[in-house]
């Protein structure tokens, strides 16, 4: 039980950070739809991706790993499916520009737009994971 409010709350709190990095991501019901989300990516996390996980294992050894964002955006796929006020619309990020790094400006639409939020969710979960270890 421990396990899964942790993984609730780091989830949550990535689909949060998320959401306020790129816009695209809709919680028709505020508050209500992006608590479910986060009930809906953590079930799915927990339960469908370490299925695909071992499905895509043949082209996460030849990637060396980096294709296992394909399992985060399924998962945000089967979210939009489970939680009826939740949409992704379309993945754009405006420009970042700091001293060290330059981000260009980023807009993705359809599939394009599921693939941007997985990354980024991946990105920072991992990061957050990494942190609390």
Known sequence: MKRILRHFVIDTFCLYLVSQ???GLEFAGGAKTFLLTGIAI???????KPI??????????????????VASS?????ATLLVPGFKVIA???SALSTKWI???????????AFIGFSFLL???SSAIYWLIK
């Open 21 to 23: 990095l790129a816009t």
């Open 42 to 48: 953590t079930t799915v996390s927990l339960i469908a």
């Open 52 to 69: 695909i996980n071992i499905l895509l294992l043949p082209i996460n050894l030849v990637t060396f790993g980096l294709f296992r964002w």
């Open 74 to 78: 399924v998962v945000i796929y089967l």
């Open 91 to 93: 993945f754009y990020f």
């Open 102 to 112: 330059d981000i260009p400006q980023i807009n993705l639409q359809g599939i394009g």
């Open 122 to 124: 991946s990105l920072t």
